[in-house]
Antibody
């Protein structure tokens, strides 16, 4: 079955760039919408955006000026870059697949990213 | 952005109880609503999509209903593994949004 795995640094300094990659295994990235969602410690879920395998994107307006998604179909991976991070960006970051009826039916385990000097 | 308000924010219930969680949206979304269950340290798990469709593998004690602006998630008979936080999510607009969550605890 399809599985997702996030990878990237767990600690990022303020004002620097957060970069994460999600690897899709057990299936092809060449369909569906692939999303990033984050969850600050003890808080709720925040949608960051999605990327389609062909490269089309949709970003949360609150993050749009700082976020960029990319996809590498040959590696079955998609990535997130978030610039100029602050402590408010500290969160567990999840990648997820938008499947049937656009609901998020498959999630990665999540990776905790802390923004601190 | 479409706002989602869940109620209650938390509730205590006993094994075997019937539980209902409500999600109200700030504007009509048709049936473009999903429900998730999240346990500590784990990613959310999809329970319901399209307001009332049960995700494959999810026990039939979970059900969803509603359309427009008012939606409910019902657990017909609580089991020990159901104690978790539940989120609703709308995907009617390009900006997907989640409810604030409902924490379900053991009484």
């Amino acid at each position: 079955q399809v599985q997702l795995q996030e990878s990237g640094p767990g600690l990022v300094k303020p004002s620097e760039t957060l970069s994460l990659t999600c690897t899709v295994s057990g299936g092809s990235i060449n369909s569906y919408y692939w999303s990033w969602i984050r969850q600050p410690p003890g808080k709720g879920l925040e949608y960051i955006g999605y990327i389609y395998y062909s490269g089309g994107t949709n970003y949360n307006p609150s993050l749009k000026s700082r976020v960029t998604f990319s996809v590498e179909t040959s590696k079955n991976q998609f990535s997130l870059r978030l610039t100029s991070v602050t402590a408010a960006d500290t969160a567990v970051y999840y990648c997820a697949r938008a499947g049937v009826a656009d609901a998020f039916d498959i999630w990665g385990q999540g990776t905790m990213v802390t923004v601190s000097s | 952005a479409i706002q989602l308000t869940q109620s209650p924010s938390s509730l205590s219930a006993s094994i075997g109880d019937r539980v209902t969680i409500t999600c109200r949206t700030s504007q009509g979304i048709g049936s473009a609503l999903a429900w998730y269950q999240q346990k500590p340290g784990k990613p959310p798990k999809l329970l319901i999509y399209d307001a009332s469709s049960l995700e494959s593998g999810v026990p039939s004690r979970f059900s969803g209903s509603g359309s427009g602006t008012d939606f409910t998630l019902t657990i017909s008979s609580l089991q020990p593994e159901d104690f978790a936080t539940y989120y609703c999510q709308q995907f009617n607009s390009y900006l997907i949004t989640f409810g604030q969550g409902t924490r379900l605890e053991i009484k």
